[in-house]
């Protein structure tokens, strides 16, 4: 067979153990954590359908090996408490059934303990350790780890690691990166140390390479360790690219493959996870540098989802292996399409955080675009129906394309109705925004799969109660969506108005004074895109905030963003009437005109509700998903399309 992409798809052996391809699994927490810290079976079906997707590798994350010093719920392998071994090895052979090599990310978050915990308050009650006395920013006290102590974590590594390698994992990861303790201790930023621990750089990598050398003794020669480092720790007072190098050569005698990331706790999330606001595989500029100086395979990732990218990175030598997370979350079967030469058919991560943000919020997991993601024990396998019926789907949105692709996988007769001539209902808007220009790619990708499922699609056609009688269908979806919210203001309807769903038909109407009425998500990111293009914008918002609907891992790099793009905020601003001129707006203190010869209407959207009164009684089985019911999410809409298919 002829790979597309034959340097992503070749085998590499590490240490002793051959991987099946280049594509691994990067580390993800687990959610389903138990009381004692164990594997709960959730968890274990999260990993296991990243390697049934075809990944090479598969890392468990986090297990913090010593939790006398760091008392974080994440996870911990032990043999004293019950369950925690068992655990472990139910999570390794369910990986490693499909072909993947199970790995296990080992962890200490030194002064950061808590990071991850849902009750922040409970941070506090957390000794935090580090290298060196001081105050997080934060206001907690940080504890210096005694020389005795340190001794201590280093066997517990090692104590970890042997039991990880009893219970079937093939491979170890060391987390030195991102500003937990290991990387405390390599940056001159947080380690003050005057012993052995600090001072020269021998000294800051001392920690690391005593780690390492304690897990090689405990899971022996030809066992692969991956040392995953932060390149850079991106931030004034960290170490540089250049001393970054330096480090990496200090260890790479002692280790199989060496993980290069980015930033640290301290710099910020959105370096080490790449938003949709800067580019693809900005941070693999930093495992090319290392690789240079290194003979040890290297490792890259930092939001890389598009397999010619990653086929590049490969074939030019900068990385031996790309690691990928939030991809594989948003298509757990992207390694499967690319072995198989199906890259179209690859349902890309749209990098909106959806699936860290729940994480954060509710202790579970979800994804946008995966509807199977943190509840894979729903059941992942899509059964065909033992009674086909005839299925009508209306809308063309990525809630009805969902609903429409899972119906015609079950054996249904489907037919999906669109009343424009372009499927991917609100998504389409989104092709005007470089930056979100993946939602509209969702749109096509999900047409694609709908057609290549058989499904019957029909443009142009409004579904009405007479429309679904004739065609004398069994089961009814309604998925029309919402509709812009555009309240009676005076002049709202004038010529200098685009609402914002039409920004993408009537680019050539707005000006380079911009007004833009709504700071929600959708106002404020169609306000930072006009301010990229070097357009003067007013955001205008009647609230006291922006964007309370973003979720709590995008909305603080959006509202980085705006003030980036030095856009002009007016909050608790209420639109009282559109001229000529701008926007007259009120106040506490009196009436205002943000000044703009262009006004984007960007004021919410509202259900079609009136449309879903008229269908809901038109089909023994009705239902009704996405934003017709309640505007909403893409998440919501995919969800909802997906599970109403399986009910049918």
């Known amino acids: 067979m002829q790979r597309k992409y034959p340097n992503l798809c070749k085998s590499i052996k590490i240490g002793n153990v051959h991987f099946r391809n280049r594509m691994f699994s990067a580390p993800m927490g687990g959610t389903d954590i138990t009381a004692d810290c164990t594997i709960g079976r959730a968890s274990t079906a999260f990993y296991e359908l990243r390697a049934k997707g075809g990944a090479a590798a598969v890392t468990v994350s986090e297990v913090v090996v010593h939790p006398e010093t760091e008392g974080s719920h994440m996870f911990h392998l032990d043999l004293k408490t019950v369950g925690s071994l068992a655990s472990f090895t139910y999570t390794a052979d369910a990986i490693r059934r499909h072909g993947a090599i199970p790995s296990v990310e080992l962890s200490h978050s030194g002064q950061y303990a808590g990071t991850y915990l849902t009750d922040k308050d409970k941070k506090g009650g957390l000794a935090q350790w580090g290298p060196s006395d001081g105050v997080r920013p934060d206001g907690l006290r940080v504890k210096a780890l005694t020389e005795e102590v340190i001794v201590d974590i280093v066997a517990a590594y090692g104590i970890c690691a042997g039991i990880a390698k009893r219970a079937g994992f093939e491979m170890i990861m060391i987390h030195g990166g991102h500003g937990w303790l290991i990387n405390q201790f390599l940056s001159p930023y947080f380690n003050h140390r005057t012993d052995k621990y600090g001072g020269s750089l021998e000294n800051r990598v001392r920690l690391a390479q005593e780690v390492i050398d304690s897990v090689r003794e405990a899971v022996g020669p030809g066992f692969p360790i991956e040392f995953r480092m932060s390149g850079s720790e ?20 002692r280790i199989d493959l060496l993980h290069v990331s980015a930033g640290t706790y301290q710099r910020g999330f959105s370096i080490t996870h790449p938003s949709m606001f800067v580019p693809h595989g900005c941070n693999v500029y930093l495992a090319a540098e290392i690789k240079k100086h290194v003979s040890v395979p290297v490792a890259t990732l930092g939001g890389l989802n598009d397999p010619a990218m990653m ?27 690319v072995m198989s030469n199906r890259d179209e058919d690859i349902v890309k991560c749209l990098r909106c955080f959806t699936c860290m943000a729940e994480r954060a919020a509710t202790s579970t997991r979800r994804c946008t675009v995966n509807p ?5 024990l729903d059941g992942t396998e899509v059964i065909p129906s033992a ?18 692709i899972t119906a015609a996988k079950r054996g249904h007769k489907v037919i999906l109705c669109e009343m424009t001539d372009e499927l991917g209902g609100i998504l389409k808007g989104e092709q005007a925004l470089p930056f979100k220009y993946e939602m509209y790619q969702l749109g096509v990708t999900l047409g694609k799969l709908a057609e290549d499922a058989g499904v019957e699609i029909r443009l142009n056609t409004t579904v009405t109660k007479d429309y679904v009688e004739k065609e004398n269908v069994d089961a009814l979806i309604i998925a029309v969506g919402s509709e812009p919210l555009v309240p009676p203001i005076p002049g709202l309807d004038g010529d200098n108005v685009v609402v914002v769903n039409d920004y993408y038909l009537k680019q050539d109407k707005v000006s380079d004074k911009v007004v833009v009425l709504g700071g929600g998500l959708a106002g404020c990111e169609v306000a930072i895109h006009l301010a990229k293009e070097g357009k003067v914008v007013q955001l205008v918002e009647m609230r006291s905030e922006l964007a309370p ?9 959006l509202l980085k963003e705006i003030e980036m793009n030095k856009i002009h905020v007016h909050t608790g601003y209420k639109g009282l009437r559109v001229t000529e001129e701008g926007v007259v707006c009120a106040d506490a203190y009196g009436e205002h005109l943000v000044p703009g010869t262009t006004v984007i209407c960007a004021l919410g959207q509202r259900a079609r509700r009136t449309v879903v009164e008229e269908l809901i009684d038109c089909a023994p089985y009705v239902i009704q998903i996405g934003d017709c019911v309640s505007a909403s999410t893409i998440t919501t809409a995919i969800y909802q399309g997906y599970h109403a298919a399986l009910d049918i």
């Open 234 to 253: 991106l931030f004034d007072g960290g170490y540089d690219l250049a001393e970054g190098v330096e480090i990496a050569k200090l260890l790479e005698s």
């Open 311 to 337: 086929e590049e990175i490969i074939a030019s030598g900068k990385a031996d292996v790309v690691e990928m997370a939030r991809a594989l979350l948003a298509d757990h079967e992207l390694p499967r399409k």
């Open 372 to 376: 199977l993601i943190g509840r894979e």
């Open 387 to 404: 009674h086909p019926c005839k299925v009508l789907v209306a809308g063309g949105g990525p809630g009805g394309l969902k609903a429409a």
């Open 549 to 557: 609907d973003a979720n709590i891992r995008h909305r603080p790099i």
